[in-house]
């Protein structure tokens, strides 16, 4: 995580504004990272697009595909039907990349997280060079225009019995990141 992070942090953003970007860090139980994304172009600008993503990890599987806009629009849909009923979420926006002190805080929670379903989820919203940075922030009740990521700090749970512990990980979770973010 320690490499991967940063590695998303500064290429999500900067890549192109054509490409969307995602990175979620499970709780250290479950040990996954997974970014997704989706590109206005083509499967072979992607797999190129991703390559210096690719180097930071090992990846377990790589998938690119050429699908129309509804068809994606499911794909992202359906990622949040098998959630815990229950969360908290905390977020956060990023105007630069995480300090390496900021990168460890979240391994830190991650490993000590109230259960398997807490994790970071950021999306790359292209910072200063983006299109929505191009509207003044008054324009609209949109303020945070170059921002280069937004954060979510969640936690998941099915039982009553486990919320306390877990909305008290979320927000211990954001007081430690409020300096970065």
Known sequence: MEKVLPVWQRWAPSVTNRLTSTIEV??????????TGQLLGGAEELRRL???LLRAGTPVK???KTVPF??????????????EPKFKISGAYG???????????????????SNR????????????????????P??????????????ELSARWRNNGE???NIQWVKRFRRALRLFC
């Not at 499970?26 to 970014?35: F, W």
């Open 138 to 151: 008054t324009a609209t009740a949109y303020p945070h225009r170059k921002a280069e990521t937004i954060y």
């Open 26 to 35: 499970a709780a250290k139980k479950v040990g996954t990272i997974e970014s």
């Open 50 to 52: 991703i390559r210096p």
């Open 95 to 113: 105007f630069q990349p995480l300090p390496r002190e900021g990168v460890r805080i979240i391994r830190d929670f991650l490993s000590k997280a």
């Open 117 to 136: 379903h807490s994790t970071v989820w950021s999306q790359s919203l292209g910072g200063a060079g983006s299109a929505v940075s191009r509207v003044s």
């Open 62 to 64: 790589v998938l690119v």
């Open 163 to 165: 919320q306390q512990r």
């Open 70 to 83: 509804i068809e994606a629009t499911k794909f992202f849909a359906e990622s949040d039907l098998n959630l």
